[in-house]
């Protein structure tokens, strides 16, 4: 609460998220509408979130459309990985762009420098695709939300976009390229799949 009113009432709040209303009674400020989001509160809209998670998966899933040739690509690459599906690949992929490449100027700027614009343009622009269903989890989903929201991209976007460049970072043959994936990224995988 962003709030320096000192009369406060204890009121029902929803909360509206994924066509679905969070409740909760909480203070709310009488002069200005702020609400307390404590860590009770927090914990209680994540317990509620992983309800919604259990019983409506398809709350947390991205609809995504990739080109068979990528989805090709992410079979072969997970030969080494038998029992991964690309679409556990993808959301590894997605996890590890928005929590450790995009959040560092200096990594996504080098992978934009290197990326391969024949590689990315094959999967970008050939004609023969394919959707996809990735699963998320709450905490995810609820990231790929503010960060459509903070940046006016749909989650989809977000997703795809992730996806294509990381696909084209494990496939490119470019030395400088193969070492960033090797020393940037590598390590999250094989740490990622042991616990898949």
């Not at 909760?24 to 809209?45: I, P």
């Not at 989903?141 to 977000?158: C, H, R, T, W």
Request: one cysteine or more.
């Amino acid at each position: 609460m962003e709030c320096t009113h000192k009369d406060f009432a204890t009121e029902t709040i929803e909360k509206e998220i994924f066509d679905l209303k969070f409740k909760y009674k909480t203070q709310v400020c009488k002069d200005c509408g702020a609400h307390l989001r404590d860590s009770e509160f927090e914990k209680t809209y994540m317990h509620w979130l992983e309800g919604v998670y259990k019983d409506r998966r398809d709350k947390f899933q991205v609809q995504c459309t990739f080109s068979s040739n990528l989805i090709k690509c992410a079979d072969n690459f997970l030969e080494d990985y038998p029992g991964i599906s690309s679409t556990v690949l993808m959301r590894f992929l997605v996890t590890v762009y928005l929590n450790v490449v995009d959040v560092n100027e200096n990594l996504s700027s080098k992978l934009d420098s290197l990326l391969d614009a024949q590689i990315y343009d094959s999967f970008l622009n050939d004609k023969d695709k394919k959707k996809v269903n990735i699963q998320f989890k709450p905490n995810m989903m609820l990231d790929l939300v503010a960060i459509s929201e903070v940046i006016d991209m749909k989650p989809y976007q977000i997703v795809e976009t992730a996806v294509l460049k990381m696909m084209t970072a494990i496939t490119s043959q470019d030395k400088k390229l193969r070492e960033f994936w090797e020393k940037e990224i590598r390590t999250y995988l094989d740490i990622f799949l042991k616990a898949v």
